[in-house]
């Protein structure tokens, strides 16, 4: 696929990303002055407690009935949690919203057993379908989100006093704007849910503001800080989904943690003066060696112990290293296990540009006829058949690999990780024995 082709893909779904970001974290900032962070799951699942009904009944969740099905089961839990303040004080808001997150998910378990194909109803409320966006739907979105936020922004004085931002209102006032600013909320989530998944939406709400507040507290430089780091994580996801072949939904939800730990680690960088900066490295470096050799030690452990099993860590370090296990082959085994990865990568490549031509022609719109669709499928049976003997091998030859590994390397390198984690311990060692002996002398001295 060219590059031209490659954004012409994307950008559909790119663009929805950053439509997401914009209105969630309108959201996201009251959920987080509220203390509800888990509000928007509640709220998520109660709507998709209202698409699994429609599905069971027979309507299509993206069609009129689908999105009034899942539009009003999003205003009963809009209800509920605006009378949480009515709760007695000793009912804490996180548990009774978590209360209602779990009915809603048994409910939706209930009426997802009673309908066909209800396994991938739910796995596609949970990670949704963000790359199925197209140009035509984005001016519904904008429509919609842009009445939302419109509301939003005459109300935000109330909403912003009900939230906390201000001197407290009555309670009557918190409710009725309370239940005006979680409707509002279950519109977006409503919507943003049958597209994006629970998962993501999730994250669209919570990540950008929670990165935001690191270093602001003022609205507009919290929203632009937040919408440039939700703009980078969904292209740095959209990407990853691509390059590595991953489901789009959990890697744009991981590109959201790994923007708030760089967040999180950039701004204890600008935040701290320069000698504790250097402290804070220090401790940093020390803590990230221990870890690796800790992680190492384990490996070592691992190997030793089961040898026939996967070694994950072990085959990361030897990729990072550029060495790999046919080191402990026999020249006839090692010519044997080449020519079984280079067999395996062949047929895997032949099948995946098999898929990738299909895919291709429904992407342009081409139709393929049905003895083509047969020979592709039977070409596509075919290579991942011989890929799959060859991994054997592989697999096989590994084994071998491992066991003469277990006791030539694993003894000497956990030796070796165990002597590094000592040198890295030792300094806090001998300055708490120094320490405690300081003391004890000092309380040992006689007094004239």
């Keep these: 696929m060219s590059l ?139 429509v919609l989100y842009g009445a939302v936020g419109t509301l939003l922004w005459f109300a935000r004085r109330p909403i912003g006093e009900a939230s906390g931002f201000t001197p407290s209102m009555p309670a009557r006032a918190h409710v009725a704007w309370d239940f005006l600013f ?38 507009l430089v919290l929203h632009v800080v937040g919408g440039f780091a939700g703009t980078v994580a969904s292209a740095a996801g959209l990407g990853a989904s691509y390059v590595w072949d991953l489901p789009t939904g959990a890697a744009l939800v991981i590109a959201f943690a790994a923007m708030l730990l760089v967040a999180c680690l950039f701004r204890g960088v600008l935040r701290v003066s320069p000698p504790r900066r250097r402290a804070s490295l220090h401790k940093l470096a020390h803590t990230v060696c ?75 719109g081409d139709s393929l006829s049905d003895e083509a669709i047969r020979r592709i499928g039977t070409f596509q049976q075919t290579f991942s058949e011989m890929a799959r003997g060859e991994d054997f091998v592989v697999r096989e030859l590994t084994v071998r690999a491992r066991e003469r590994q277990r006791w030539r390397v694993a003894p000497i390198g956990l030796a070796m990780c165990m002597a590094g984690l000592w040198l890295l311990l030792r300094p806090r060692w001998l300055a708490q024995i120094y320490h405690r002996g300081a003391e004890a002398s000092v309380l040992t001295v006689p007094l004239p």
Excluded: N
């Excluded at 109660?46 to 069971?56: K, N, P, Q, V």
């Excluded at 409503?190 to 919570?206: D, E, K, M, N």
């Design 290 to 364: 221990a870890g690796i050799l800790g992680i190492a030690s384990l490996a070592m452990l691992w190997l030793i112990a089961l040898p026939r099993a996967d070694q994950p860590l072990l085959v990361f370090g030897e990729h990072v290293i550029g060495t790999g296990p046919e080191r402990f082959l026999t020249p006839a085994e090692r010519q044997r296990y080449a020519e079984a990865i280079a067999t395996a990568r062949l047929k895997h490549a032949q099948a995946a540009q098999l898929t990738q031509q299909e895919r291709q022609s429904r992407w342009q």
């Design 4 to 142: 031209t082709d490659l954004i012409a893909l994307m950008a559909p779904s790119f663009a929805g990303c950053v439509i997401f970001v914009a209105i969630h974290q309108c959201f996201g900032v009251h959920v987080l002055r509220r203390g509800v962070i888990f509000v928007d799951l509640a709220l998520a699942q109660m709507s998709a407690l209202g698409a699994t009904l429609a599905f069971a009944a027979g309507h299509d969740p993206t069609s009129i009935g689908g999105l009034a099905y899942a539009l009003c089961f999003s205003a009963m839990g809009a209800a509920l949690l605006a009378f949480a303040r009515a709760l007695p004080k000793g009912i804490d808001h996180e548990a009774y919203i978590g209360i209602i997150y779990v009915v809603s998910t048994a409910a939706t378990i209930v009426a997802v057993d009673q309908s066909p194909q209800g396994a991938e109803h739910v796995k596609q409320i949970l990670v949704g379908s963000i790359l199925g966006m197209t140009f035509e739907g984005l001016p519904k979105l904008l």
């Design 182 to 219: 979680y409707f509002l909320f279950g519109l977006v989530v409503t919507s943003s849910v049958a597209i994006a998944g629970v998962l993501l939406v999730f994250c669209f709400l919570i990540v950008p503001s929670l990165i935001g507040s690191l270093f602001s507290r003022r609205p």
